[in-house]
């Protein structure tokens, strides 16, 4: 019997080991999507054996929104990630943009987005996770919501964001319930449903307020005459809560669903000039998950009767909590452009007032600044808790494709990037060898790995050992013991029956022998002998009481050097735990430089490239003030770029920057024509440029100088100048066609040819110069050009194509003009059929528009037949991405007798 109580209790210990480490590895979930480093998901699988340790992990300490860099060291390492999502185009937009690209491009493999400045140059702009107009509600939740959601199941804070304009698709991405598709649930119904399915309904709970903040008063959604919830933040722990505020606890998917179908209801939605169900209010739900860490229950399940350690049963469940915070934030667009009436002024303050806090809140955490200004509206009062330093926070902004809004998604766009930078500055500013450190610490950890794995092994072997000769000394004290009692028992009795037998014996003989004094004395001598049989007996009995004594007192040492192993069992098992606490610490340490490191490496490489760029150079000595502020002035270069050349502009004046055009000096002659192509690039200096005598003095620089630099930058001015119309008609009644061809011809560098075609193709767009500009050789030219294959130069080229077919197809409908087109006269067609489908998207797409222009007159049918443009037509009319041209396509194709002849004529089937 004791035997078994001795295994039973070893065996729980070794039971409640195992029991812990095997909690931890499933616990440890799938890496994270939102990563700005996607080639790295092997650091989070290899940590995942080990996060069990987070298991220790309790509720976030205050978000650094409330204490700027406040940092609890069990918290996640990481920052703010951010991604970008392009809403499609609208029917209306489809409409009044036909003819416009769209104001940004997404490069979704790269992570990168460029924002169109003008018709030939872009900005670039990098971001965790680029969402395309394709991208699916669930690919959206998957990079965006899951990992946060994850986070909150484990017990921490998560906030998901969208901001952008109103009508761009927060409420789309957020809030969707998806009723009459399932694939279009949005992130809030697809949250719910992932927490759902973790939670075990009997110990977890799940509850859900969901609140609507608008002109600064908070009310409750769920319960709409209740409209003025205050916000109380526990001093301590930072916490935020909002005791005024409906919680429902939700148990299934259907009831939640009810619940968003009632707070929408409740919800105050003004219209606006841009979408008529955009929100100014910012909606927020609210999740809190209280979870009992699995394999930490108390003992109550021991079904098997046996009672199970104490240890065990006196530890109290462990439970976590996870606050979910998802919101859809008011557009973001400045209320003038909106359009609305009635208390607008006053709305607009209140709504300006939350969204701009919230963007200083950001600025002052990315910048690291000491004072993180929270308290100055609800929202990031609310968000404190929420947001940055522990808690996992995911933003998503939304744009759209429109170029009128260019400005509303610029703004949007460097929210985004000022986001990104939220926590990881805290540390940009040590100046760490990364590199050598994150290699230290990776010997460090395996060094500790193959420790831990040691000691766990010797630990285990120990284990046994003490285990299996505990074992083996009870049972044999057991056996020893029991042996001992039954054999003296069995003597004691043999004993006494023999003696008793005597007794009987003696006295029958001494009835017999009554009277016989002589006999009675042999009976006085039987007596005294029986008498000292009984005190042998007596003392061995007392022997055998010894030993049984001495034996008890051998179990009883036994049973303590027993518990003494057992607090050496505990004592290993706790450093165990702390070993892996110590490598989960440093594999977040190892995380967050790598990060750093990839975005330090990123930033000197985008270093680099500008000093590439920019070469530096050399000052002679002896030249006058201008010159040297030029040269200053243009060293300073990055961000600071455009003001320093601004403030250059109204230091020098135009006139002097111009006369060093011509400088003796080369070296000078570079500075000033980069600082002219500068001011040349902002729409507002173009014309003085141009009344000062630049662009005369540009198109001279062409000619006269042969520096390649030099006609590179020129020329990129003198596109830029092009895109005016009464600027078209100058440059080219000064001859600037034959000199622009004649840079062409010998240009090395592809991005001097795209100045060059970038410019043409922009003289190309002019009704008027037509006649003009083929007349000089502009179409030739631009095919000469397209001989240097580079993507970027053919997209200019194709623009050009596309432009002058436009104006020309305009010119023949409206009778002045009549003929071939010239673009044909000139042998460009065979150069458009053969890139109209290139997978180069630009290129492609103006070569299609050029050749939908061209099919529109007759005059052109049979050329284009014979050139193979039919094939290339049937293929747009059916899979170009555009609808439009598809319809235009269409149209053409079922219209015209020649092309209906040529379908025919070469069987295609339309
Ligand atoms: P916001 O909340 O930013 O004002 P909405 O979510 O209301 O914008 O979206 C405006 C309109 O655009 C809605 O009609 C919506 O259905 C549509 N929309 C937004 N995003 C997408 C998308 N990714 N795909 C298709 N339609 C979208
Ligand atoms: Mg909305």
Redesign the pocket.
Known sequence: MASGGGNNRNGTHRNSLKGTTTTSTASTDKPLSVNSNPSKPAFKNKSSPLTGASSGLRKSSPGSLGGGAAKDDAGVPGRVRVAV?L??R?AEESVADADFADCVELQPELKRLKLRKNNWDTDTYEFDEVLT?FASQKRVYEVVAKPVVEGVLDGYNGTIMAY??????????LGRLGEEDTANRGIMVRAMEDILAEVSPEIDSVLVSYLQLYMESLQDLLDPTNDNISIVEEPKSGDVSLPGATLVEIRDQQSFLELLRLGEAHRHAANTKL?T???RSHALLMVHVKRTVKGREPAHSSDNGNSTSMARSLRPPLVRKGKLVVV?LA?SERIDKSGSDGHTREEAKSINLSLSALGKCINALAENSAHVPVRDSKLTRLLRDSFGGTARTSLVI?VGPSPRHRGETASTIMFGQRAMKVENMLKLKEEFDYKSLARRLDIQLDKLIMEHERKQKAFEVEIERITAEAQNRISEAERNYADAVEKERLKYQKDYMESIKKLEEKWMMNQQNQGNERKMVHIAEEVAEVKKLLSKETSLRKAAEEEVDNLKSQLAQLKMSEALANSEILKLQKMVEDEVCQKEKLEGEISMLQSQLLHLSFEADETRKRLDRGGPGKVPGGLDSPVSQVRSQLKDSGNGEKASVAKLFEQVGLQKILSLLEAEDADVRIHAVKVVANLAAEETNQQKIVEAGGLKSLLMLLGSSEDETIHRVAAGAIANLAMNEKNQELIMSQGGISLLSTTASHAKDPQTLRMVAGAIANLCGNDKLQTKLRGEGGIKALLEIVKCGHPDVLAQVARGIANFAKCESRASTQGSKTGRSLLIEDGALPWIVQNANSDASPIRRHTELALCHLAQHEVNAKDMISEGALWELVRISQDCPREDIRTLAHRTLASSPDFIAGLKRLRIDY
């Open positions: 999502r809403r499609p609208n107009e952008g304009q109103t009508g761009t698709g927060k409420t789309y991405t979408n169900e955009s929100s859809d557009g939304t």
